[in-house]
């Protein structure tokens, strides 16, 4: 059974700073990983996805990584701003699945 | 549309009532998928569509819960006799194919069902 899941929890950091979220999953045979981020009582939006054959994906600020043998990804976010506060979600789309099975999140504050 | 719609946006029902979700997916996109977020972020998938066929109904509570999505309609999500278990956020997402690596899940903003 796939499982995901998301270090740290909750990310308190000053504005400016350089950061990382980590996400983790079991089984490697995935299609590819999401990275949502869900704003408070709102849907989510999808910020990077990454196919499975892929190493990384960039965006702006945004940099995803993949590590599909050790079941790991990392959501790289530079020069981070009170905007980007957010809950951010990563999910896979499991290849015998069309069902994207997701982490429980990263609660990130960013402080002015 | 270019976005995926979901009315109504809250929906508050007494223990026992019937519920009604509906969801219009991106023009052209020719999945569907529901998914539950109860406490804590957890996403629970629920059933999904390709068109109007059911494609996989392994996350539905059978005795409850029924979905449909008919042509040149929005697709509905239907909870018989609510519990206050179902109250969760729920969304709908849409992609233009499945089963690839290509494959991206567009959400909705989500409805919010309070049970009482």
């Known amino acids: 059974k796939q499982e995901v899941t998301q270090i740290p929890a909750a990310l308190s950091v000053p504005e400016g700073e350089n950061l990382v979220l980590n996400c983790s999953f079991t089984?490697?045979?995935?299609?590819?990983l999401q990275w949502f981020r869900q704003d408070p009582g709102k849907g989510l939006t999808s910020l990077l996805l990454?196919?499975?054959?892929?190493r990384e994906q960039t965006s702006g600020r945004l940099n995803a990584s993949l590590d599909k043998s050790s079941g790991r990804s990392t959501l790289y976010i530079a020069a981070s701003q009170p905007g980007d506060s957010a809950t951010y979600l990563c999910?896979?789309?499991?290849?015998?699945?069309?069902?994207?099975?997701f982490g429980s999140g990263t609660r990130l504050l960013v402080r002015p | 549309g270019e976005e995926v719609a979901q009315t109504p946006k809250h929906l508050v029902r007494g223990e026992g009532q019937k519920a009604k979700l509906y969801c219009a997916p991106i023009?052209?996109?020719?999945?569907v998928f529901w998914y539950q977020q109860v406490l804590k972020n957890e996403f629970k998938f629920l059933i999904s569509?390709?068109?109007?066929?059911?494609?996989?109904e392994t996350g539905m509570p059978k005795e409850r819960f029924s979905a449909k999505c008919l042509p040149n309609s929005p697709c509905s999500l239907e909870i018989q006799a609510t519990k206050l278990e179902d109250s969760a956020v729920y969304f709908c997402?849409?992609?233009?194919?499945?089963?690839?690596?290509?494959?991206?899940?567009?959400f909705g903003p989500g409805t919010r069902l309070t049970v009482l």
């Open positions: 997402a849409s992609s233009q194919s499945a089963g690839t690596v290509y494959n991206e899940q567009f």
């Open positions: 089984d490697s045979a995935i299609y590819n």
């Open positions: 990454i196919q499975s054959s892929q």
């Open positions: 999910a896979v789309l499991k290849d015998s699945s069309y069902k994207l099975i």
């Open positions: 023009k052209g996109h020719s999945y």
């Open positions: 569509f390709q068109n109007e066929n059911v494609f996989d």
